[in-house]
């Protein structure tokens, strides 16, 4: 419920439907790690989201240079 209205609130803000598009991958992509990985968490925290930023780098990184 609160992806649809911070999907709403971009837009009211102005921002253009492609930067809409990616905030809302980033959101329900955190939504998931947090639901699979982070089940010990109690709270949603600065930590928990710069793990799941360090991950999803990780992997962006591992798909662009495989063999590092």
């Known amino acids: 419920m609160h992806v649809e209205v911070f999907s709403t609130w971009l837009f009211a803000e102005g921002k253009v439907v492609k930067t809409i598009e990616s905030y809302m991958n980033d959101v329900t992509g955190f939504e998931k790690y947090l639901q699979e990985k ?3 968490v109690p709270v949603l925290s600065r930590f928990s989201f710069e793990r799941y930023l360090s991950r999803k780098y990780d ?3 591992y798909c662009l240079f495989p063999s590092r």
């Open 59 to 61: 992997d962006v990184i």
């Open 38 to 40: 982070l089940m010990d």
